[in-house]
């Protein structure tokens, strides 16, 4: 009987969700990776206990809709942030061989992907035909039964998942372009002293000086507000939730003090979680 | 030589975003449509004088890749946005033939249109085959040649445009799913007494408060902000612009007011426009 740890992961096998958790996951062995088809099945599998751990992308992604990520997790789980991972979204050509690029007929990918890489594509394969694929690593696996014409746009464990070669390396058009994923869990981490903690604030109207309201007990208990977006509520564009990340823990006073004062202003506060901050040395 | 005038939007025909144009446009004969195969094209054409207008997708698109709009007008672009269309995001199943939904076997549509119809898929389509495409418009224009046993998901007028069945509409999970889209031009719309104006503050450091301090501004001239996004500046993940909506005109006293102390505290303010609020009763 296995004992090994089990963790869902966006899928299939050689996504960026997939290159996120290698990264991040020290011991590799000692999980089982379990691929989901949709951000809603990771989620859930988590609520449900059927893995430990979950991995999503919560912003910027190619593959995952990202509001999807935001939106069950403000409106219909109870799952908790446990860790965050930022990555490079770094693209690569893949074909059968190595090849020309003269010699590209057809482009296959997911429609963000082809989109992240327009001046590569427009510049080296002008006129070489898009085909749209569920993911990047679908457009990769697909690649195997093709044409020798034909080049995927994915990532390099993709490439070497399928036994396919790398064409060309970084072929995204803006190279500062970064991913973050989060890990899903059942319960709150512990303070480590470099953490992050995301809130999701449910207004009671939308009025003037609401927004202001809620970031005056930030300021002036010194907090740093490190990301923030309105979020539609459900019944109306005009309604909106706040999703916001704070430098620091639940536990620490400042934190625990100011969502305390937000309690008495706003409809409802959410913990989404606390957790360690990314650091990029934790990089494998 | 006609005069009509040209107007560019996300394409190919039968997009959500040709139908916020015909939703828009109350006299669409006297107008020259213009299909882009991307976003930054719509935007580029009117930034060269190429049209007169452009229209993209800025919040919850299913098609559009909503953060390209937006980082293209913050970092990129001189276009002012000129008006807006928020339509609901309907999803209709469409086929050669009306026929029963266990004779479907495929189903072929954007990977964002069938994510937000995976309720509908999994009850009544389980085990049918979910093929991409670049767009719900090249789903249902690729139906054209294929087998009777595949649908696409799309829009109406996808179907109207290439003669084929609606077999279920409404098909999304979320009926409240709206999407917002912007017209864009070369000058600021004359004020109408029920505007919009949508900005983009860049910030000089991240650090307690400085959102906070932005806010103050429109608290207390009683401005209401009515949607809130921190973007990541284009170098790090660390460094945020804020894209905020205000209600009011760039004309109105305490709106311009705001702006002028706005741009005392931070590195740089831009206007991304003044323009007439969407409001419901303008659908045709």
Known sequence: MSTKKKIAYLGPPGTFCEEALDKFVKDIDQIEKVPCPTVVEVIKSVDRGEVDSGLVPLENSIEGLVNITQDILTFESEVKITGEVIIPVKHSLIGKKKMRLDKIKKVISHPHATAQCRNFLSTNLNGAEIIAANSTAEAVKILKNEDDDIAAIGTKIAAKIYDLQIIESDIEDNSDNKTRFVFLGNSLQQRTGKDKTTIVCFLKEDRPGSLYNILREFAR??????????????????????????????????IFE????????????????SYPKWIESNMK
Do not use: Q
């Not at 005009?238 to 006073?253: T, W």
């Open 221 to 254: 208990r010194d907090i740093n507000l490190t990301c923030l977006e309105s979020r539609p509520a459900k019944k109306d564009l005009g309604d909106y939730v706040f999703i916001m990340d704070l430098d620091g823990h639940l536990h620490d006073k400042n």
């Open 258 to 273: 100011a969502i305390e004062a937000l309690r008495k202003s706003v409809y409802l506060v959410k913990i989404l979680g």
